[in-house]
């Protein structure tokens, strides 16, 4: 009985910034494993970022590294992703997902890993 709901997407153009938001229910919120998924058409569902319960733990992926920053409000049940200095190649729909599993190396970055995800949001790079 999760829900996930992102928000914040658009159309920008190339150097600019957005900001995600990911509003999730019940107050499991708070131990879950939280993550940022980006998919384009015919391609696999991408890694994005990770991050754990109390923030400690981040992971990024070589993509977005430096130019992509996840955080959480575990108060107000809430995960976000900051992206600047946009590009073009980062056009996608944006996925929040969490999980409730038992962590292990390389788990999160692994959509199966993930037992829950929002409906996406579209994030278009104009060049």
């Known amino acids: 009985q999760v829900e996930l709901v992102e928000s914040g997407g658009g159309l920008v153009q190339a150097g600019g910034s957005l900001r995600l938001s990911c509003a999730a229910s019940?107050?499991?919120?708070?131990?879950?494993?939280m993550g940022w998924f980006r998919q384009t058409p015919g391609k696999d569902r991408e890694f994005v970022a990770s991050?754990?319960?109390?923030?400690?733990?981040?992971l990024y992926a070589d993509s977005v590294k430096g130019r992509f920053a996840i955080s959480r409000d575990n108060a107000e049940n809430s995960l976000y992703l900051q992206m600047d200095s946009l590009k073009p190649e980062d056009t996608a729909v944006y996925y929040c997902?969490?999980?409730?599993?038992?962590?292990?190396?390389?788990?999160?970055?692994?959509?199966?890993?993930?037992?829950?995800w929002g409906q996406g949001t579209q994030v278009t790079v104009s060049s």
């Open positions: 019940g107050r499991t919120f708070r131990s879950y494993h």
């Open positions: 997902a969490g999980s409730a599993r038992m962590g292990y190396e390389g788990a999160y970055q692994r959509p199966s890993w993930y037992g829950y």
């Open positions: 991050i754990s319960w109390n923030g400690d733990r981040v």
